[in-house]
């Protein structure tokens, strides 16, 4: 395991790592997905080690030292978490978790449609965090409606192939499994929309608490 001084440069095989000896209930494209809502979230109090301690069902597991709690927590929030912030910048956009090309087969669509409906549930639910209703600026807004269909589109070619009535030709197969990548990137650009619209608003927010915000007095 990498030392605390290095956990910002650990790679994504390292943290996957991190997470499965810690039992984390998440798969990690769902929590890469999960912070990276949570980054983009349209609240100015976002708290990383809350989304964090959710992640885990409320509480994070059980450490046998010091040591293990700073891997974990030092390794999800100074890397994966600082890593992420970065695609807030236009000419960083966030990337879905990338997968290996696999056969046109029910058995793989039925793999890569549950992956990305994950994915797009989890980043719903980190840009929401512990609250039911959140306000959003309308081109987010609007994404969000986009996305909630991609992810509905995505769900039904799960649920078709995970139990299918009967054989289908493999130029059928191909043919979903293009739609299902296309849909990957129809995501992708929703997801960023999402960001940048709501950085913009809290942009324009600090702006607005620093005019209204009284003079020092000397």
Same mark, same amino acid.
């Given at each position: 395991m990498a030392k605390h001084g290095k956990l910002d440069q650990l790679s994504d095989g390292e943290l996957q790592t991190l997470l499965k000896k810690h039992d984390c209930p998440l798969g990690f494209h769902e929590v890469r997905a999960?912070?990276?809502? &949570?980054?983009?979230? %349209?609240?100015?109090?976002?708290?990383?080690l809350q989304e964090l301690n959710r992640i885990w069902g409320g509480a994070l597991p059980?450490?046998?030292?010091?040591?293990?709690? @700073?891997?974990?927590?030092? #390794?999800?929030?100074? #890397?994966?978490?600082?890593?992420?912030? @970065?695609?807030?910048?236009?000419?960083n956009p966030f990337r879905m978790t990338r997968v290996k090309s696999g056969p046109a087969t029910y058995e793989h669509l039925a793999k890569l449609s549950r992956f990305r409906r994950e994915e797009i549930d989890a980043f719903i639910e980190g840009l929401? #965090?512990?609250?039911?209703?959140?306000?959003? %600026?309308?081109?987010?807004?609007?994404?969000?409606d986009n996305l909630g269909e991609i992810r509905a589109t995505i769900a039904s070619v799960h649920e078709f192939c995970a139990c299918p009535p009967a054989p289908a030709r493999t130029e059928s197969l191909r043919?979903?499994?293009? &739609?299902?990548?296309?849909?990957?990137?129809?995501?992708?650009?929703?997801?960023?929309?999402?960001?940048?619209?709501? @950085?913009a608003a809290r942009a324009a927010l600090l702006e607005v608490y620093s005019m209204e915000k009284p003079p020092t007095l000397h």
């Open positions: 999960r912070l990276m809502g &949570n980054i983009a979230s %349209p609240g100015m109090e976002v708290a990383p059980e450490f046998e030292n010091e040591e293990e709690a @700073k891997q974990l927590i030092g #390794g999800v929030m100074t #890397g994966l978490w600082n890593s992420l912030s @970065k695609h807030q910048s236009r000419s929401f #965090g512990d609250r039911d209703e959140q306000e959003f %600026p309308e081109a987010a807004h609007r994404a969000i043919e979903t499994l293009k &739609n299902l990548r296309n849909l990957a990137v129809i995501a992708e650009t929703a997801i960023n929309t999402i960001i940048q619209a709501n @950085k």
